[in-house]
T-cell receptor, first 120, second 112 residues
Framework: GAVVSQHPSWVICKSGTSVKIECRSLDFQATTMFWYRQFPKQSLMLMATSNEGSKATYEQGVEKDKFLINHASLTLSTLTVTSAHPEDSSFYIC????????????????FGNGTRLTVT | KQEVTQIPAALSVPEGENLVLNCSFTDSAIYNLQWFRQDPGKGLTSLLLIQSSQREQTSGRLNASLDKSSGRSTLYIAASQPGDSATYLCALSTGTASKLTFGTGTRLQVTL
């Protein structure tokens, strides 16, 4: 079945540094990937939609200059948290659906295992 | 704006019991509804997807129903097992780009 891999699974960084999280679709191509954030005991909130070869679309309230998204190929999207602060500590999860823009909305989204970011 | 609520927030049942998890939503203009399972500190595993034109889907001991007119979906788990312990999330796909709106989740614990 479709597999989405995220790396790293956890990272601890100092305040002010930048962290890059990778999301790969291992056995399928995805023109669109999604980045979510989950705070403790809360549900997932969509941060941005990553589009291969074009700019990401950010949800309201998400700073595009702080959360840089690059979708350089059909199997890889990266999220870089720039100048991280303790309030950025969270669980970040990516998801993807096999296929291109024409792929059916009625096929399941597949999620990575998430990245636990802790900023000290 | 779509709002998705799950009740109960937490549930503890003894092994072997059948149980029902509830998901309610405010906007019935959906493409589909998906149920996920999330283990602590892990990502999401897709359990069932119900298209807007469907009323239910079944997979093994799981059965999910969808009633768009009332804005409700249920996930029925038969003969629960300790391995079913996890957080269960419903999510709806509405609008463009297949963005999902997630519910608040139900934390399930199945005890021996």
């Amino acid at each position: 079945g479709a597999v989405v891999s995220q790396h790293p699974s956890w990272v601890i960084c100092k305040s002010g540094t930048s962290v890059k999280i990778e999301c790969r679709s291992l056995d399928f191509q995805a023109t669109t990937m999604f980045w979510y954030r989950q705070f403790p005991k809360q549900s997932l909130m969509l941060m941005a939609t990553s589009n291969e070869g074009s700019k990401a679309t950010y949800e309201q309230g998400v700073e595009k200059d702080k959360f840089l998204i690059n979708h350089a190929s059909l199997t890889l999207s990266t999220l870089t948290v720039t100048s991280a602060h303790p309030e950025d500590s969270s669980f970040y999860i990516c998801s993807a659906r096999p296929g291109g823009p024409e792929s059916s909305y009625n096929s399941p989204l597949h999620f990575g295992n998430g990245t636990r970011l802790t900023v000290t | 704006k779509q709002e998705v609520t799950q009740i109960p927030a937490a549930l503890s049942v003894p092994e072997g019991e059948n149980l029902v998890l509830n998901c309610s939503f405010t906007d019935s203009a959906i493409y589909n509804l998906q149920w996920f399972r999330q283990d602590p500190g892990k990502g999401l595993t897709s359990l069932l997807l119900i298209q807007s034109s469907q009323r239910e889907q079944t997979s093994g001991r799981l059965n999910a129903s969808l009633d768009k007119s009332s804005g409700r979906s249920t996930l029925y788990i038969a003969a629960s097992q300790p391995g079913d312990s996890a957080t269960y999330l419903c999510a709806l796909s509405t609008g463009t780009a297949s963005k999902l709106t997630f519910g608040t989740g139900t934390r399930l614990q199945v005890t021996l």
